[in-house]
């Protein structure tokens, strides 16, 4: 049996480029590739899209990244895939809770006043 790589080579390997949907444990993420395909009967253009399982072995993508995945040989029951490349990382706010005294802090009502100088009065003569 031969192969059609040369031992030193690796064969060309499918790539695709999707967005991570979900961060399923340890390594692992699922990245949905959408694409658009012509109903079979109407011809009318629908949106479609696939959910790959991706091995992600620094844990380096979060949900929303743009990323290039690579086939790859079963790394386990239902990954097939693996993180080539970081495209576009997630324009994401890191997500801090407000309690109600940080915005009473924040926003002036009648009892705290937004400028407290003392006003020195004139003594009437």
């Not at 970081?86 to 009502?109: L, M």
Request: cysteine-free; glycine content about 4%; charged content about 25%.
């Amino acid at each position: 049996m031969s192969s059609t790589a040369t031992p030193g080579q690796r064969s060309a390997r499918r790539t695709q480029i999707g967005f991570v949907s979900s961060r399923s444990g340890d390594k692992s993420v699922k990245v949905t590739v959408a694409y658009k395909k012509p109903h079979p009967l109407y011809q009318k253009v629908v949106n479609r899209q696939t959910v790959l399982h991706v091995h992600d072995e620094q844990n380096e993508t979060k949900v929303g990244d743009k990323v290039e995945v690579m086939e790859t040989r079963p790394l386990s029951r239902l990954k097939r895939w693996r993180v080539v490349a970081i495209v576009q990382k997630a324009v994401t706010t890191d997500a801090v809770a407000i309690s109600e005294t940080d915005v009473a802090a924040t926003v002036p009502t009648k009892t705290t006043k937004a400028n407290p100088a003392p006003a020195e009065s004139a003594p009437k003569a």
